[in-house]
């Protein structure tokens, strides 16, 4: 991973993306001595307390869009972790800048998904992720990628698509061939909170099953069949796939839409154009449902809000029997 990702100089290995995110923010904060973290409105980082928090707010409480509230996920939240986080809209640099400029003096992270899994594989816009990278070098505050699922849209991953480097990295998923997985790595510096030679570790890595080596051989044998030409493989079949669901869309004058990157994807059920939460909200939920199901029938399962990625195993061919199976659902369900 050291070799694909070149932000990496070390990188220690949990059981969770969720292990992953909680260790680097702890990380960043152990590291810098400041306490509080800036992420994004409807970004989702994994089921800990710290970040579980604005991951999908109901409107009413979310607070105006260029100042979201910090809204915990469920009961059983702590009380406080609301006070230590700053919430901000994906993809909108303006409003980001000047939170973390606000509150630059208590902050230990920005954590930044590159591309918004929760919201629909939304891609971030190069100039958002260049801007934290920017505003957080300037400020001594530590940029975190979480690529637990973006991770998997270039060879070197998101940061490697984008040409940005991170301080710190979480991954999970792939990195795991399917096996419980999550990572977390980077800058020396940082890293060396964990080294415990001469003596102890400033921060200490407990875990039964941390470096799993039954995760670890699945990790390595996949991806070392994920060879640089795979990914443009990926991404070809990718774009085909959008391709046609927006073909599709306009040809039955839906009003839907589809976001995604490389090989990530996901249906939505708006005529918005998605680029963070807010927009992300316009969805027709009961649309969404009708079309999860109908998918099911037609024998495709997809994520719980329709979002989905091609793999190695697929072919123009399944793209092409999405394709039908979205058409057949809709006709079925009689919205076009
Ligand atoms: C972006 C992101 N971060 C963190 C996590 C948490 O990973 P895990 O489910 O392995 O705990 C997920 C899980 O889907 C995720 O999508």
Redesign the pocket.
Known sequence: MCERVPSLDKVRFV???????LNAIRAARAFTGKQKLVKCEG?????HDAIQISVVPPLDKAGDADSPNAVKAFPGISETVEDDIFITPFNDIETAERVIRENADELAAVIV?PVN??CGMVAGKPEFLEGLRRITDELGIVLIF?????FRIAHGGAQDYYGITPDLT?F??VVGGGM???AFGGREDIMSMWDPTGGSATVQHAGTFNGNPMTAAAGIATLEALTPDKYEYLDTLGESLRTKLRALFAELEVPMGVTGVASLFALQFTSTEVVDYRTFATNDKTVLQTMFIGLLNEGFLMSNRCAGNVSMAHTEDDVDAFVTAVRTVLKRAGYA
């Open positions: 059981n969770t993306g969720t292990e992953a995110t970004a989702y980082h994994g089921n998904e899994g929760q979480d690529e637990v699922i973006a979480c999970g998923k419980p997985v999550g």
